[in-house]
């Protein structure tokens, strides 16, 4: 498991357990669905339209978590 810490733009945070093998897609629906409550004021309407930031980079669907070696904390905002 990895302890995934995601902040969004307005610094707000909140940590997750993820799998290795989850993709950035997979993230986004499980923050989407699990969306923290002190995050209300920042929903967004589908998961589709965040994005997740690691190193300055949007990540795209399919990238998993193992493949980017180790992460701590990634950034997420939503598409505009």
Do not use: C
């Not at 498991?1 to 950035?24: C, M, Y």
């Not at 309407?45 to 965040?50: D, K, V």
């Amino acid at each position: 498991q990895i302890n995934l810490r995601l902040i969004l733009v307005s610094g707000k945070t909140k940590e997750f357990l993820f799998s290795p093998n989850d993709s950035a897609a997979d993230i986004a629906k499980h923050v989407y669905d699990n969306w923290p409550m002190d995050w209300e004021e920042e929903q967004v309407s589908s998961p589709n339209i965040l994005r997740l930031i690691y190193q300055g980079r949007f990540l795209h669907g399919n990238v998993t978590l193992g493949g980017m070696k180790i992460i701590f904390i990634m950034y997420v905002t939503a598409r505009q």
